[in-house]
C-alpha cells in the first residue's frame, strides 16, 4: 500500500493570514456599513457650459494634445446618476474618451423636482436636446456632433433623431438601449395594464419615487444583493474589492426620480403599445420615424443583461436607415456593460476604435 506526498503545507501561516483577513473584515465592515470615507465619484475635470432646470450640459476638458474633429455628447438615462460614466479616476468612461483624443460633452438631466413631473418624451427630444447641440456647436465652431447614449439616453438619441427631418448627428452609439418593448421580460410583465394602473400612480405621486425604480430593478434578480454581500465578506480584506463594490453599490442605490408623465407616456406608449419598432410613436405631431437616422450606428449590447435584455435590444440596426452599422455583444450585465474592468477591457476599446476613424 503506497501514500501520496503532500506538499508542506505551513499551518501556522495559514491561520495568521485568516487572522489578518478578518481583522480587515471587522475594520472594513464597519467602513461600509457606516458608509465613512464614501468613494468620490465624477471627478473628471468639467465646465457646466448651459443650465435648464435640473439638467446641465458638461463640457470635459481636453487630456490630449490631439483632439478629433467631431465632438461627442453622452447623452443619459433619466432614472439614474450621470457619474456611471465617469465614476473614478481609471475607471471612467469619460476619462478614455478624452485621453484618446475626444472632445466630450455630456447631457446630465440632473434629479427631477416636484415641478418636472409634467415633463414628457417631447420636451427632451424636441427641446433640451436640441438645445444642447446648438450649445456644443456654438462652443466648437463644428457642426457634426457624434452621439453615445447609454440605456434609455440612447432611446432618447434615437427619437431625437427620428423626429428631425435633419440632425446634426455624425455618428451614434447605443449602449444596452431597448427598442422592442415585448422583450423586456418581468418589466413587461410587471407593467401589464390588466393590473398596473400607471394613471392612478402617477396622478397620486406625481413623478416616480426613486424607491420604487429601484426595486422593480432589484426584484428582477432577487437573489444578487444577498450573494453580493456573501462575496463582499469574503473579500473585506481586498481594498480595491471593497473600493469598486461601494462606487457600484453607492450608484445603483442613487436611483432618482423618473418625470410622472414621461413614465406614463413610456409605460403606455413603448411597453404596452410598442409603438416605436412599429413606426406609430407620435411626438408634437411628427411621428418618429427611425428610417431617418442614416449616420453610422454601433449598437452595443450585453449578453447577461437582465434590465435591457438582448430580446429588447438586438432589432435596433434593422429598424435605422443607416447603411454602416454595426451591432457587438459583448460579456457582462447592463452595468457592467459600460463600468468596470469588464468595460475597460471589452466595450470602451471597441468604442474607440469605432468612432475614430468616423471622428476625423
Known amino acids: 500500500m503506497t501514500t501520496e506526498a503532500r506538499p508542506n503545507v505551513d499551518i501556522g ?3 495568521r493570514t485568516e487572522v489578518e483577513r478578518t481583522i480587515q473584515r471587522a475594520v472594513r465592515g464597519i467602513d461600509v456599513v457606516l458608509n465613512r470615507d464614501e468613494p468620490a465619484v465624477g471627478q473628471t475635470p468639467k465646465d457646466i457650459i448651459y443650465t435648464r432646470g435640473t439638467m446641465q450640459l458638461y463640457h470635459y476638458r481636453p487630456m ?5 474633429r467631431v465632438p461627442v455628447v453622452l447623452v443619459m438615462s433619466l432614472v439614474s446618476k450621470a457619474y456611471i460614466l465617469d465614476l473614478t479616476p481609471g475607471l471612467s468612461f469619460v ?3 478624452l485621453r484618446n483624443g475626444f472632445d466630450v460633452f455630456m447631457i446630465d438631466w440632473g434629479v427631477p423636482r416636484p415641478e418636472d413631473s409634467k415633463l414628457k418624451l417631447e420636451d427632451y427630444t424636441l427641446d433640451l436636446i436640441p438645445s444642447c447641440i446648438d450649445k456644443i456647436q456654438e462652443e466648437t465652431g463644428e457642426q457634426d456632433v457624434s452621439f453615445i447614449g447609454y440605456c434609455m439616453g440612447g432611446l432618447l438619441a434615437l427619437i431625437y433623431a427620428g423626429v428631425h427631418e435633419r440632425t446634426p448627428m455624425a455618428n451614434l452609439v447605443t449602449i444596452a438601449t431597448p427598442v422592442n418593448y ?3 421580460g418581468l418589466f413587461r410583465q410587471w407593467s401589464d395594464p390588466r393590473w398596473f394602473d400607471v394613471d392612478r400612480i ?15 430593478f432589484e426584484l428582477l434578480r432577487p437573489a444578487d444583493r444577498l450573494a453580493a454581500y456573501v462575496k463582499l465578506w469574503d473579500n473585506l480584506w481586498n481594498d480595491d474589492y471593497v473600493k469598486h463594490y461601494r462606487l457600484f453599490n453607492k450608484w445603483t442605490s442613487e436611483q432618482i426620480p423618473f418625470p410622472g408623465e414621461c413614465f406614463r407616456q413610456t409605460t403606455k406608449e413603448l411597453m404596452w403599445e410598442n409603438k416605436l419598432i ?10 418618429v420615424d427611425l428610417k431617418r ?15 435591457a435584455p438582448y430580446e429588447s435590444t438586438h432589432e435596433l440596426s434593422s429598424l435605422v436607415g443607416s447603411e454602416d452599422k454595426e451591432d457587438v455583444v459583448m460579456k457582462g450585465g447592463h452595468v457592467s456593460l459600460v463600468a468596470g ?9 471597441k468604442v474607440n476604435d469605432w468612432l475614430s476613424v468616423r471622428s476625423i
Not at 202 to 216: F, K, Q, T
Open 13 to 15: 501561516e495559514i491561520v
Open 64 to 68: 490630449a494634445e490631439e483632439v478629433y
Open 95 to 97: 476619462e478614455y474618451l
Open 182 to 184: 415585448e422583450g423586456m
Open 202 to 216: 402617477v396622478d397620486a405621486l406625481g413623478n416616480i419615487p426613486p424607491e420604487m425604480m429601484y426595486r422593480s
Open 278 to 287: 412599429k413606426g406609430e410613436l407620435e411626438l408634437g405631431g411628427q411621428r
Open 293 to 307: 437616422v442614416t449616420c453610422p450606428l454601433l449598437n452595443a449590447m450585453a449578453q447577461h443583461d437582465h434590465i
Open 341 to 349: 474592468m469588464n468595460a475597460v477591457l471589452r466595450l470602451w476599446p
